[in-house]
């Protein structure tokens, strides 16, 4: 009686049922029969355990560094061993960058090289330099070969488009603070009126309609009283003091 | 003894005609001499002075004269009386519902003398409200 795939699979794993390999090897032959995993080609993937575990390549860990290695240089790019670290590095002859990686690879740094002198020291960002895979477009064409064009085109879309996204955060944050500066109910933004400060509005002494008291309400506003003479004559004196 | 409307001058006299009164209510009309209301209103005030001269003063105060008090105290009719004592000013609810003042010329002397009569007794017993003996409202003038 046959088990379901999924359990003999599973049995199988334990030990507890023989499989019958050569049905299963034929299925992913030409994936197990390399040996790594399928997806080394993918520069946004990492291998897992499952990887390791599954195409049992502890040592292809680096493969995405080995496969990029194994990829043709953009013009111009060469690469170069470097004697005080016994490493080799790229360096593109025309702009005179550097990178550690392979330049195709997303992961690279294409950056300025340290001046001789010991000044420039802190390293650029890939964005700020015009990266070589930046360029016209028969050279991205040359740039892609033997890659997927997708690949390329969308490291580079990601890195232009998280530029723009935080100009456009900048933008919306100015925008913000300008609208903040003026409530679109105040009467300063709709009409010619003067803008209006804190105080503005509140009754002053000095331009107060009456001597009673403003501020009582309710059951109260009935029984405010005026101030005596005496009062008035001092308000009117502080008022034009 | 002879009791005739006195003329206040200036703030610092209407201050001190207040001031100095110890135990009566002081009445002052605001308004013009020339004005038919205050004219009417000075008549009945003159009538009555000497009948209420142990419990009230009165005095005449012209708000052109005197604008001091025009905008604290709301001056705007042509005929204002208003009343205090011991230098407070003391309300009268009329029934018209502005209880600072009457703002407008009475017919009747003793309609008059019942209403200083009541601000006497309120303002001793320490009310700074009192309520009139007669309505005011239009349903009663009317």
Redesign the interface.
């Given at each position: 009686m046959p088990l379901p795939a999924a359990l003999q699979a599973r049995l199988a794993k334990r030990g507890l049922i023989k499989t019958d390999e050569p049905e299963k090897e034929n299925t992913d032959a030409n994936q197990v029969s390399s040996g790594k995993c399928p997806n080394t080609s993918n520069p946004y993937h990492e291998c897992s355990e499952y990887c390791r575990k599954r195409w049992g390549s502890p040592a292809e860990t680096n493969t995405n560094e080995a496969h990029y290695q194994q990829m043709m240089l953009p013009p111009g790019w060469f690469l170069v061993p470097d004697n005080t670290s016994g490493a080799s590095y790229y360096w593109n002859t025309m702009t005179n960058q550097v990178s550690w990686l392979h330049p195709l690879n997303p992961k690279a740094q294409i950056t300025n090289p340290v001046m001789s002198d010991g000044r420039g020291h802190e390293v650029m960002p890939n964005t700020a330099i015009p990266s070589p895979l930046v360029g016209s477009d028969e050279r991205e064409q040359v740039l892609n070969i033997g890659k997927h064009p997708s690949l390329v085109k969308g490291s580079q879309k990601k890195m232009q488009a998280a530029v723009k996204r935080k100009q456009q955060e900048q933008e919306a944050r100015a925008r913000k603070k300008k609208m903040d500066d003026l409530d679109p109910l105040d009467p300063a933004a709709y009409s010619d009126v003067p803008r209006g400060t804190w105080s503005t509005g509140l009754v002053d002494k000095g331009d107060?309609?009456?001597?009673?008291d403003t501020t009582a309400n309710g059951p109260l506003f009935?029984?405010r009283?005026?101030?005596?003479?005496?009062e008035?004559?001092r308000?009117?004196a502080a008022i034009k003091s | 003894m002879s009791y005739v409307l006195q003329h206040l001058h200036n703030?610092?006299q209407?201050?001190q005609a207040?001031?100095v009164e110890e135990d009566k209510a002081v009445v002052i009309r605001f308004g013009h001499d020339w004005d038919p209301q205050c004219m009417k209103m000075d008549e009945i005030l003159y009538g009555i002075a000497d009948k209420v001269k142990n419990f009230a003063v009165f005095y005449v105060v012209d708000i052109s004269e005197v604008p001091?008090?025009n905008?604290?105290?709301?001056l705007y009719d042509p005929c204002t009386v208003?009343f205090?004592y011991r230098?407070?000013?003391?309300?009268i609810?009329l029934g018209t519902?502005n209880?600072?003042k009457i703002n407008w010329a009475l017919e009747d002397k003793q309609e008059m003398i019942d209403i200083v009569e009541t601000v006497y007794r309120g303002a001793r017993k320490g009310r700074?409200?009192v309520i009139s003996p007669k309505d005011y409202s239009t349903k009663y003038r009317y």
């Open positions: 107060a309609k009456t001597g009673v009935q029984q009283p005026y101030p005596s003479p005496g008035v004559l308000r009117n | 703030g610092w209407v201050d207040i001031l001091d008090f905008k604290m105290y709301e208003m205090f230098n407070k000013h003391i309300m609810d519902g209880n600072n700074g409200l």
